[in-house]
Nanobody, 125 residues
């Protein structure tokens, strides 16, 4: 069982930056791919970024590539999402998630079995 707790959301003006964090329970954090998803009001949840267990590989949705950076600190069992040049369309609840231990990197939401409660990001224009 993995428990995930996100933090770092808030209200920010367009063009600003935020750093989201996700703390994970468990002693084998480096064995898990980690991902970030987001859900805007009235829209389906969508993939944002993922990172491999050791942090050597990352993958981004086309809509965020170049502005979002995913990273992890396995010693602290945390994964972060740095969001720069925020746009109003980035407004959403952001979730961290992980597929089962040892799973390959994927952007498919159905593969992710553990989810945090989400953190709200609101970008004003």
């Amino acid at each position: 069982q993995v428990q995930l707790v996100e933090s770092g959301g808030g209200l920010v003006q367009a063009g600003g930056s935020l750093r989201l964090s996700c703390a994970a329970s468990g002693r084998t954090f480096s064995s898990y791919v980690m991902g970030w998803f987001r859900q805007a009001p009235g829209k389906e949840r969508e993939f944002v970024a993922s990172i491999s267990g050791r942090g050597l590989s990352t993958y981004y949705a086309a809509s965020v590539k170049g502005r979002f950076t995913i990273s992890r600190d396995n010693a602290k069992s945390t994964v972060s999402l740095q969001i720069d040049s925020l746009k109003p369309e980035d407004t959403a609840v952001y979730y961290c998630a992980t597929p089962p231990r040892g799973a390959a990197m994927t952007s498919s939401m159905s593969a992710y079995t553990y989810w945090g409660q989400g953190t709200q990001v609101t970008v004003s224009s």
